[in-house]
């Protein structure tokens, strides 16, 4: 018997079944599977080609500028935690402070043992240089305290008046000055004895010191960067020729030199106005009889014994107290040069004095302690808050350098013989007093050095 067919409405019933089962199961629907497109090995390299260059286009960062790329270098080393506060700010330098206050005290000391018989011998009792000496050093004190605690930025609208007044005094000296050991240098003013020439070399430092923190990017042409700084030292020089200063004049050319150096200015210009400058000098020895005394001074420098008891006696008997000495020395106010046999033994040639009480020990530890302090101002310098004190701590410590590097060279007879002190070791008020008003300079600049602390 054959089996009975499906009706119609049972066969529909079930096709509606299926099919809504069928649209429960693909009610989401597959995305089609990707097809990769076909490329040659030349068109890959034209696609990846292409995709650079957008990058390059689109996606290229701005190069930072090269002081930004150094910060950002900088904080990226830095680790988690100091980044906040990479800077600190100095309340005062330290090492520097002690350098000086260590060498006014050591000065002192060997200016009185070099001073006492030729204080007996002028004045009658030993104590006349070194009680003046202390008294000015403590005058000095003062000024340096007075200068450290005073923003060195307030002294830009001083500098002009300071320069003029300086200038004025220059010229009284002419006219009105007195005449020391044939040289008419000193000028009296209500009973104090001074050489404004100390002055000058000041003036010079702090007027290009402001000039150069002015001219800014324009240090490289001719009118900003050389023109302004002929006319500022080239008013002190003819004064310094009718004075016979010869080794003010060579200490203030060095040092606008270097300072003209180290505020950018161009090699050129500097180099031929260095060359016009020492052309000129030799030219005016050579033709005049204004310095007819340094070709006979440097005939003794080649010979000192060609003129034993005139020109040549001081030298000679500065070598014999540093040969004296020998490793260790005499033994401190042991000299014996110092009684009567050398001249200016507690002024010029106190450094001889050194050498032979506390030997080549002494001189070397001596020469050790200026290097540290020369080395501490150039760091103050670079480190200084702005180009002005930049240049104005520069320019005082290389007037230092110099004049320390001029006076052991006369001293031992590594150049012919000038008047020069020794700083914080000769005898002079004015010098010591300037000398540490400029230390408070120094002093005041660092306060506002920033240090970055790692």
Request: glycine content about 10%; overall charge positive; hydrophobic content about 50%.
């Amino acid at each position: 018997m054959d089996k009975k067919r499906p009706s119609r409405l049972a066969a529909h019933r079930a096709y509606d079944g299926n099919a809504a089962q069928m649209t429960r199961k693909t009610s989401k629907p597959k995305k089609p599977p990707a097809v990769l497109p076909v490329r040659s090995k030349p068109d890959k390299a034209k696609k990846r080609a292409q995709d650079q260059n957008f990058e390059a286009v689109v996606g290229r960062k701005k190069t930072p500028p090269p002081g930004e790329a150094k910060i950002e270098k900088l904080l990226a080393e830095t680790p988690k935690g100091e980044a906040a506060a990479p800077v600190r700010y100095v309340p005062l330098d330290i090492p520097f402070l002690v350098l000086v206050l260590v060498l006014v005290a050591f000065g002192l000391v060997m200016m009185y043992s070099a001073s006492y018989a030729w204080s007996l011998e002028d004045y009658g009792t030993p104590h006349y240089y070194i009680s003046r000496q202390v008294s000015f050093a403590f005058l000095g004190l003062g000024a340096m305290l007075g200068f450290t605690f005073l923003d060195f930025n307030r002294l830009k609208p001083f500098i002009p008046l300071f320069f003029a007044l300086t200038f004025v005094l220059m010229l009284l000296v002419v006219f009105i000055g007195r005449t020391a050991g044939g040289a008419q240098r000193w000028l009296e003013l209500g009973g104090v004895g001074f050489q404004p020439s100390e002055l000058a070399k000041i003036a010079v430092i702090f007027s290009m010191a402001l000039a150069i923190d002015k001219a800014g990017n324009r240090m490289k042409t001719f009118r900003f960067g050389i023109l302004p700084f002929l006319l500022i030292v080239g008013v002190f020089i003819p004064i310094l020729l009718l004075q016979k200063h010869l080794s003010a004049i060579v200490l203030t050319a060095g040092t606008a030199a270097i300072m003209i150096f180290i505020g950018g200015a161009s090699l050129w210009y500097l180099g031929g106005g260095m060359a016009a400058g020492v052309a000129g000098l030799f030219l005016l020895i050579s033709t005049t009889d204004v310095f007819s005394y340094v070709q006979r001074r440097i005939d003794v420098w080649k010979d000192p014994f060609v003129d034993p008891r005139g020109i040549g006696y001081q030298t000679i008997q500065s070598l014999y107290a540093i040969a004296s000495g020998g490793l260790f020395g005499l033994g401190l106010g042991q000299s014996r040069q110092k009684q009567l046999y050398l001249p200016e033994s507690h002024n010029d040639y106190v450094f001889s004095i050194v050498c032979e009480e506390l030997g080549m020990i002494g001189g070397i530890l001596l020469l050790l302690l200026f290097a540290a302090l020369i080395a501490r101002g150039f760091w103050i310098a670079m480190h200084a808050p702005n180009k002005f004190g930049t240049m104005l701590a520069a320019g005082i410590m290389t007037k230092f350098a110099l004049q320390v590097l001029m006076n052991i060279a006369v001293v031992t007879n590594a150049m012919p013989v000038t008047g020069i002190s020794l700083p914080f070791f000769s005898y002079g008020g004015t010098s010591l007093t300037l000398l540490m008003a400029e230390m408070g300079v120094m002093l005041s600049i660092s306060k506002q050095m920033r240090i970055v602390k790692r």
